[in-house]
């Protein structure tokens, strides 16, 4: 019998209909009609508890899938892989330290003093650990440039999370033969480490880094990419604060050899996370359809092609040059130049100037790394959000292309009527020939999130880091040196923001490329500012006017913010040219501009 059909009471009273106020229709003619809403009201109240446990219960199982989503777990992965690396930085000076003091006494007398503690406060020692160690610094870096294509490559060829287990299990191998190097000790122990670098071609702290960027960058919607990356890095940072202190603290207690054992463990169990908890990414999936065949020495070099000036077609369908990514890199270089050695330079600072001891310069730097991981972790996200809000009501002409990403097929449920079905009886009945629940093709995640604000906040971010690491000439006493190193990370962000940019200036194909380029030219800037304010600073402290070093420093962080005021995003309306698109388009006449000099590509920042 259908919902609205009535019958007659068998009373013989003529029933009156109307509705409650719960919204149920009902008849107030004698006790029957009454006795029969009481039973309904009770059965209401009983749905209601039902449902009630229900929306608990899936409030509960939301938030458990909130925090082992993708993009958490994803984040993990970058504070324990960071974490692993950063067990032996600390230890490995120590160890090249005695080991160079096991290599004098093969060539000289044994030592013959009262306190042991002197044994190896040997100039000669001193000088050895200092050349070794630098021979250490410059074969890790350039075995980590070259783990960086490597790295690019693989991603292209079998996919992020392969080519992450390879860089998380071959660094394992690796602390396996610094182990050995250790137990061997004197000089045999130093070429060892210095051979093991070459290991980290294949799998290093750099190629990690990259490859958890790209994965990143896949798998969440393009409006989120800056915040995860902001949030990526602060993991990074994390990681890396923990592993110092952790990593002294077990040589300390436990010997020498202890950090390199807990670090292989740490490596093994990142390789097994990646494994089972990472997703995988098809890398047809990451060039959408476009996997181009690179072979050779060209595809190992593909992402120095991200560096060039683009071609763009404009919306009137003339071409371009646009020189927005190539800016965007000598930006960043100049960034990096100012910034990175800003952690350095305060070390230097405090121990020629206030006489910071060791211990200090460790509560230094480890206060300084953990502030910044809190500051991208919380914060960073929020203040892309809010700034992206905020400029979009300054400047409404880029609404338009700031429209809902239609994610829905990535996007993760977020209330228990979202999840899917588990048994039969959550399942509706269809109405229509068609069932509810059959599968459709959704559409991919279209890239129009306006990331103009992640731009302008890397222009500013670059000043105030300046003017902050500018504050620190100031000090006078050893707490304004804290509290520099406090205050320096509310400076950060230009690193994540850097990459929000490109991925956006580049086509999806082009991402991973556009990750490796940018990180190999922060690679490159790092080097860069080691040698050239290392330089600055012996210079002005010869003059007694070390501080002046700071003021260079955030000059050359204010001139790269300028070079950014040139670096823009492509024409509203415009499009790239592919390379496959550029061969087949190649002579062909330009329907709106015509023939002849109209053709002429024409240069645009």
Not at 231 to 242: D, I, K, S
Not at 359 to 386: C, E, K, Q, T, V
Request: net charge negative; aromatic share 10%; glycine share 10%.
């Amino acid at each position: 019998m259908a919902a609205d059909e009535t019958t007659p009471l068998l009373t013989g009273s003529t029933p009156s209909i109307n509705e409650n106020g719960n919204g149920v229709i009902c008849a107030d003619s004698g006790s029957r009609e009454y006795a029969v809403g009481e039973v309904d009201n009770n059965n209401r109240g009983q749905n209601h508890d039902r449902q009630g446990e229900q929306k608990h219960s899936g409030s509960m199982l939301s938030r458990l899938l909130r925090l082992v989503s993708v993009e958490n777990r994803i984040l993990f992965a970058g504070f324990l892989i960071t974490l692993s690396f950063s067990f032996t930085q600390v230890p490995i000076f120590y160890v090249f330290y005695v080991m160079e003091c096991q290599d004098y006494y093969t060539r000289h007398p044994p030592y013959e003093g009262d306190d042991p503690n002197l044994r190896c406060a040997v100039p000669e020692i001193t000088a050895g650990t200092a050349l070794d160690f630098a021979v250490l610094g410059v074969t890790t870096v350039f075995c980590g440039t070259i783990n960086l294509f490597v790295a690019g490559w693989m991603v292209k060829k079998v996919g992020p999370r392969l080519t992450l287990m390879l860089q998380t299990f071959i660094p394992a191998i690796r602390v396996v033969t610094q182990i050995i190097a250790v137990l061997a000790g004197g000089r045999d122990g130093i070429n060892i480490f210095q051979y093991t670098q070459l290991i980290t071609i294949v799998g290093g702290p750099l190629g990690y880094i990259l490859v958890i960027n790209i994965m990143a960058g896949e798998v969440v919607t393009p409006g989120r990419r800056t915040a995860v990356f902001g949030m990526l890095q602060g993991c990074f940072m994390l990681g890396q604060a923990t592993g110092y202190l952790s990593g002294g603290q077990m040589g300390d207690l436990w010997g020498i050899r202890r950090p390199f054992e807990v670090a292989c463990v740490f490596f093994l169990i990142a390789t097994v996370y990646v494994q089972f908890l990472l997703p995988y990414i098809s890398p047809d999936d990451m060039a959408d359809g476009k996997k181009p065949e690179v072979k050779g020495i060209a595809g190992f070099l593909a992402p120095l092609k991200v560096l060039l000036p683009q071609r763009i077609i404009l919306k009137s369908g003339l071409r371009k040059k646009h020189y927005g990514v190539m800016l965007l890199c000598l930006g960043v270089f100049l960034g990096i130049l100012a910034t990175d050695y800003a952690p350095f330079l305060i070390q230097l600072y405090a121990t020629t100037i206030f006489q910071f001891q060791q211990s200090d310069n460790g509560y230094l730097m480890s206060g300084f790394a953990f502030m910044r991981s809190l500051f991208l972790i919380f914060m960073f996200p929020r203040i892309i959000g809010w700034g992206r809000k905020w400029y979009l009501r300054r400047h409404p002409e880029h609404a338009s292309i700031s429209k809902p990403v239609c994610a829905t097929a990535n996007r993760e449920p977020t209330s228990p009527e979202e999840f899917p079905a588990t048994h039969p009886e959550q399942i509706d009945a269809p109405m229509g020939t068609q069932p509810d629940g059959e599968p459709v093709q959704s559409k991919p995640v279209e890239e129009n999130e306006d990331t103009t604000f992640d731009l302008f906040f890397l222009r500013w971010s670059l000043v105030v880091d300046g003017v902050l690491t500018m504050c620190t000439a100031f000090a006078t006493q050893k707490w304004h040196i804290f509290l520099a190193a406090f205050a320096l990370p509310l400076g950060s962000g230009s690193a994540p923001a850097a990459k929000g940019v490109i991925t956006a200036m580049c086509s999806s194909a082009q991402r991973a490329d556009a990750l490796n380029a940018l990180t190999l030219i922060e690679n490159i800037g790092r080097l860069a500012t080691m040698g050239f304010f290392g330089f600055v600073f012996s210079g002005l402290a010869e003059i007694g006017k070390p501080y002046l070093t700071f003021y260079c420093n955030a000059a050359i962080a204010v001139i790269a913010a300028g070079v950014l005021l040139f670096s823009q995003f492509r024409p509203e309306g415009s499009r790239l040219i592919e390379g496959d698109e550029d061969e087949s388009t190649e002579g062909e006449t330009t329907p709106i501009i015509g023939d002849g000099p109209s053709r002429d590509e024409q240069e645009v920042v």
